[in-house]
């Protein structure tokens, strides 16, 4: 069984940083694609952030120039920086691994979610 544990939320005035981490664990797995994506009250969820197992990024266009996702593939961790944070990035943010394969294909998996809160 795989799962995505996020850390790093919490709550920052505005113009602040936080640094959201998301490891995986129990099964040793593999996953292409692993992003980022948050759901703020009474919207749908939208992507963040993703990047593939070699690197290649793709940024929702409110983060560009603010938030960096970096991955460890050792460690199957995936990270979120973000910086110069707005009252408008407040939201539940979720880990998500696309494709996900142990000994079988598994397919997508979410974590559980964690809130950032940026109080103006």
């Known amino acids: 069984q795989v799962q995505l544990v996020e850390s790093g939320g919490g709550s920052v005035q505005a113009g602040g940083s936080l640094r959201l981490s998301c490891a995986g664990s129990?099964?040793?797995?593999?996953?292409?694609?692993m992003g980022w994506y948050r759901q703020a009250p009474g919207k749908q969820r939208e992507l963040v952030a993703v990047?593939?197992?070699?690197?290649?990024?793709n940024y929702a266009d409110s983060v560009k120039g603010r938030f960096t996702i970096s991955r460890d593939n050792a460690k199957n961790t995936v990270y979120l920086q973000m910086n110069s944070l707005k009252p408008e990035d407040t939201a539940v943010y979720y880990c998500?691994?696309?494709?996900?394969?142990?000994?079988?294909?598994?397919?997508?998996?979410w974590g559980q979610g964690t809130q950032v809160t940026v109080s103006s």
């Open positions: 998500k691994a696309v494709g996900v394969y142990t000994t079988t294909y598994v397919g997508d998996v």
């Open positions: 129990g099964s040793i797995f593999t996953s292409n694609v």
């Open positions: 990047i593939s197992r070699g690197g290649s990024t």
